[in-house]
């Protein structure tokens, strides 16, 4: 019996030794891996279970159709009339289709705002391809060339399986462990990965039940600095094996930009026919439009330049006076880009030796005066609006850590000279650019046109949108209110540039509109 047990006793040393070797070697070969190595699969667990809980990697990899229609209301903080709120609200329906085994695709967005709608539309069937626009009166499309889903997978997206899939396949390496946190009072596992726009995008799981709760990432805003950006799921409904979200919201800072509410189906049957071009959209034959090359500077009159085709096709107008320079309008894109910047160091390229002196911009929204740092850090004094004074002290004031401008890195407080009676009269001997203000619209409240009487030319903002093809298509409310006040204010017009679109002759706007009232007869 002793025997035994002594048996047992060496036995019972024996297999607890092997353990504590064994689990030394775990901890050993732990300890060896890096904290990268370690975050890593640490982050990549708790994806594959957040992927899971959505309806697992295999049926999701096996996913060959999908559709999803968004309804959306937004609150717009930078295409608000004003600076600052109460924001107006815009409705937004966007619907997708997508049929995998196919290579079909369909994306239309429509977008509903106070006296002003317009879309826009992408088809993929097999190897043909569309792109169009839309709005009340218009409806015509692009044929493009070499069409492919893989040039929109980021419209896959919208499905989080789809957004969790590409961050385990295509970003698995820059998958990082963030920590624990709280949403809403339920606790939250957190991860991060850099996404396909360069992003580092942090996404928080459910502790409970692994459902994606949201995903959030950082930015530079334009006006506001360093901003972060939400996305934040409400509720989860069950379309078979899958769970797809109900609702979410996309708010920035504080600021809610919109609500959405979901219609969501996996594996339904899509036809051929559900991708065809639609019978009422016109054909336009490609390479109708022409565009600069970025940052052209052309000149369109005595010392008068048109810089073309900035960041997403801005135009920028430049007055060369005898000892100072005039700049009108500052567009930015958001995220911020540096886009007046490059503006600058191209003008002092093609007119050297002469000080920025004045900036205006025909009004406050991000495409056209959110570049305004720039022009602060050259110490150019803004002519404005009075309603636009504290926005740009915001402005100038807002924090740029995240992507430092020259601003940033040089800071001075902005020289605001407002204009009054709403005009303001910039001369000299040789020059003379007329100023004024013809708001309120429903657009902005305060909207500036820049007259150049000797060049009887036009700079404006928004007002008659023309693109870039030879023709002009019928005129929505504004190039209507555009020629109202151009007669109002006897301007002797030749010539209209645009911020959106090509220089044209006022002979184009009158056509847009004649053709708006031919349709508005029938």
Not at 150 to 167: E, S, V
Not at 255 to 261: I, K, W
Request: one cysteine or more.
């Amino acid at each position: 019996m002793k025997k035994t047990s002594e048996a047992t006793r060496r036995g019972i040393l024996l297999c607890l030794l092997l353990s504590l070797l064994s689990s030394a070697d775990g901890l050993n070969a732990q300890e060896r891996l890096s904290a990268s190595e370690r975050s890593y699969q640490r982050a990549r667990r708790a994806l594959e279970a957040g992927l899971k809980a959505l309806g697992g990697l295999e049926a999701v990899s096996a996913i060959k159709s999908f559709s999803v229609v968004e309804r959306r209301k937004g609150h717009d903080d930078f295409q608000n009339p004003t600076p600052g709120p109460p924001y107006g609200d815009y409705n937004a329906v966007e619907k997708l289709m997508v049929d995998l085994t196919g290579s079909r695709l369909w994306h239309e967005l429509e977008v509903t705002q106070p006296r002003y709608s317009w879309g826009s539309l992408t088809i993929i069937n097999g190897n043909q391809g569309y792109r169009g626009y839309t709005n009340q009166w218009t409806r015509t499309a692009t044929p493009f060339n070499a069409p492919s889903l893989d040039d929109h997978r980021h419209l896959f997206q919208k499905l989080p399986q789809f957004f969790l899939l590409d961050a385990l396949r295509e970003r698995a390496a820059s998958l990082r462990w963030l920590g624990e946190g709280e949403e809403e009072g339920r606790k939250q596992e957190i991860i991060t990965f850099i996404d396909r726009n360069n992003r580092q995008i942090a996404v928080y799981f459910d502790a409970r039940d692994r459902l994606l709760t949201k995903y959030e990432y950082l930015f530079t805003d334009p006006a506001a600095g360093d901003a972060r950006s939400e996305f934040i799921y409400r509720g989860y409904r069950d379309v078979g094996q899958f769970k797809v979200p109900t609702e979410m919201v996309n708010r920035v800072g504080l600021h809610a930009e919109h609500e959405t509410r979901y219609e969501i189906q996996i594996n339904p049957p899509l036809p051929a026919s559900a991708f065809a071009l639609p019978d009422n959209v016109q054909v336009v034959a490609q390479g109708a439009a022409r565009r600069a090359t970025p940052y052209t500077m052309t000149q369109i009159g005595k010392d008068v330049y048109l810089v073309e085709n900035v960041g997403g096709g801005y135009n920028v107008m430049v007055v060369a006076f005898d000892d100072f320079i005039l700049v009108t309008e500052a567009p930015e894109d958001r995220p911020y880009a540096g886009l007046s910047e490059r503006v600058i160091a191209r003008i002092k390229e093609t007119i050297p030796g002469k000080p920025i002196k004045y900036l205006v911009f025909s009004h406050h929204h991000v495409d056209h005066g959110c570049g305004a740092r720039a022009y602060i850090a050259e110490g150019t004094t803004i002519i404005t609006t009075p309603g636009n004074k504290r926005f740009i002290g915001a402005m100038a004031a807002a924090p740029f850590t995240l992507k430092p401008d020259a601003l940033a890195r040089a800071p001075r407080p902005p020289v605001i000279e407002l204009m009054e009676n709403k005009k303001h009269v910039i001369r000299d001997a040789n020059h003379v650019v007329e100023l004024y203000d013809i708001g309120p619209y429903w657009h902005a409240n305060e909207e500036v046109l820049v007259y150049l009487p000797n060049e009887k030319l036009l700079f404006e903002g928004d007002l008659f949108t023309s693109g870039f093809g030879e023709d002009v298509g019928p005129a929505q409310d504004h190039p209507i209110l555009l020629a109202e006040k151009i007669r109002e204010l006897r301007l002797d017009v030749e010539k209209i540039a645009g911020v959106h679109g090509r220089l044209r002759p006022i002979a184009d706007l009158r056509k847009s509109i004649e053709k708006r009232n031919r349709m508005s007869t029938k």
